[in-house]
């Protein structure tokens, strides 16, 4: 597949991204223009001809009034509005995300710094390391949540979990990557271990880190969510989300923010990543 | 080598990880015994509770559970199969989807289980799948791009030299070459249309799925029946895996990872 | 490259090397048998064979990247692992085995840091080494922006970059194409006669082995034997017209000759004129 590696592609792809959102935006409209209640905006009404169920402004609330509910507080007898609510839920998500990808991350470079290292202990805990991904790891952030209290370091571990299998993983291959001549080069050099980790498998294996790096970001923001929301954390975008959910009725609008809001959260990740990816292997050639 | 000599070799390299587990599971069982993690043995109780009353409760939740999971990897291959193959086709369709694909797998998915639990009707099993079906989705459908660009021009170049139809093309090269990418990517996606229908439930639900289980028995105290709950959801979707494992073994037994000689 | 200490003459010594690779007691292959071998200082030896006859493995086994089961390897007056340990040869693979995250520079300044050489010593002595391989230009460049052909240069520059005594280079240029490959092979004598490094050459190219060469010695196909040694007695400087003179094409001629009274070619005609024979007779 071509690699959209120089700025004009890149902007391209910005460009088609935008353009997919708004015809998405165009849809949802339409839908509620076909098939949802009657529209009525400054003395003009219209009823929509059919009776589609997911289209009423219950269930599929207009794309304005969820960006108005933003600017309004975000309950009445208070001055913040939604949006800096949802801003600080944000915030605090990411933050308990970010500890866990950063402990994830060193975690899962040292386990397979000792794997590569000790063929031994690889075959003894490599297994489960695998097998613990077919395990609903997610599945065990309410408990560890329940178990360790509603603070952030609980749902730190989660997130610390979440990331540090993929890394694990990747940086096993990566730190193994390196072509077998390469380690009789350095060989002929009598490098000493230490000289052959740091300056031949270390820089070899971040291609394979940032892929897994993409991985768990979006991964640790899911497991700090899902963290917060059942295990009852009371400042995070999950617990938001249970809450709209049970006001959903006298405001569907703010729910359907709060999504909004994740979902920018996951793609800011994401792209920080992937900055990171840019400006580190700069060196490389796209692949 | 004799074949004596073999599975000698091969206990001797299982050797560690399951002496692993065994210390692991004593030294579980005889220290811990407090709030979150009861004993091994008390967890086995909790999973064998009721199981000769003729309806285990467990075995009924899995399966719930298992069937909205199967329900949203059947959609969400469906989907994948299908914005793949359009984005392979149509080179404009990939400078559009493929940003998109990307951008969506970085989204919260599971931000949207309570929306569909008020679309679908929160004890409705089609809210926990249509989450599955996401997250599915863009493993399935990254593989099938990677498949079908792995198609050999010089093979397509074979069959127009035949003068056959596209559509003989796509069934006699594209379809097997894209075959075991698809099933990588089907095998992936069986632990997370589990994980999503566990997790969706999370959010809501009726009783006897897993997901409600363990956060039930949680907030009772019961953790061992919580533990129970997620070991037997782990064990469905072990067994899920490698019901796609052996189908590979049936459909693409050609296939180098399937004969057992290079990696998948 | 000047000499201050007493060094012996001979580089290499090999002595009733064999190698076998074993797995769990098993000999799965005999890889060489019997391997006598003496290379003096400033020569530059071929090793030439047919595929599978060891010829590598007998390179990385005088770098102490292998080591042989039976017989006695002396590099530079001391064996070959203290002669590794000492950093004492360079050596140059078929592939150029760069660094794709450094530089060029920095590819050739690898060894150097590695030795803990310091910052200004190193630049100019990696400035040097590009500069003897023409190289100069793409100092800062990085690998994949370089023609094949350039990047074994890099790689070159960074196996003199130790001014060691040997140079250890296996097949280092099968991956060229022929006309990159002929002007590789000037370079190396023209880097060769500039350094005076001992140079112990692996290939599978009988003309680029006359070409290059002091001596050419031929292997058997395995168990790897050296069968015969052919001394090139082409005057040098060798240049494009050392391509022309008949002595070339009689040395050439020659180590065909060699290689293949050592090989399975002569077993197999032999072969087929018995059956010829026998089916005339029924």
Redesign the interface.
Known sequence: MPEAGVPRGRLRSVATFVAFVLAVLVLWELLKFIGGDPWRYFGWEWRPPLKIAFASDLLLPHVWQIVAALAEPVQRLRTDSLAQFLLGAAFYTWREAAIGFVAGTILGIGLATIFVHSRLLERAFVPYVIASQTIPIVALAPMIVFAFGTSIVSVAIVATYLTFFPVTIAMIRGLRSPDPRALDLMRSYAASPGAIFWKLRMPASLPYLFTALKISATASIVGAIIGEGPGGVNDGLGRSIINFNNQYISGPEKLWATILIAALLGIASYALVQIAERWTLRAAPTR | ?TARRRWRQRAL??L??V???VGVILLWEFTVHS???PRPSAIIGALTENWSSGRWPLFLAARNTFMEAMIGLVLGSLFGVLWGAAVARWATA???????A??A????????A??M???FGVLNPLSKAAIAAVLVFFPIFINV??GL?AVDPAAIELMRSYAVSEWVILRKVRIPVALPFFLTGLKVST?LS??GA??AE??GGSSDV??RV??QS??ALR?DV?WAA?LF??AT??LF?LAIAGAERLLIPWHPSVRGEGPA | MSQTREEPASVVQLRGVDKAFTAGGEVLTAALSGIDLEIRRGEFVSLIGPSGCGKSTLLRIIGDLTQPTAGEVIVNGKSASAARRGREYGIVFQAPVLFDWRRVEDNVRLPLELLGMGRAEREERAGEMLRLVDLTDFARHYPYQLSGGMQQRVAIARALALEPALLLMDEPFGALDEMTRERMNSEVLRIWEKTGTTVVFVTHSIPEAVFLSSRVVVMSHRPGRITHTVEIDLPRPRGLETRELRRYFELVTEVRQQLRGGGAEEDVLAALDQVAAEEGSV
């Open positions: 080598m390299y299982y560690p990880s002496a692993v587990f709030g979150v993690l990939r400078d559009a989807l493929l940003p998109v990307i951008a797998n970085a989204v919260p998915i599971i931000a949207f309570p929306i639990n008020n679309w791009v990677r660009a632990t589990l994980i566990i997790v999370y959010f897993i997901g363990v956060v949680a907030s953790w919580s997620i959801g782990a979707g072990i895996y």
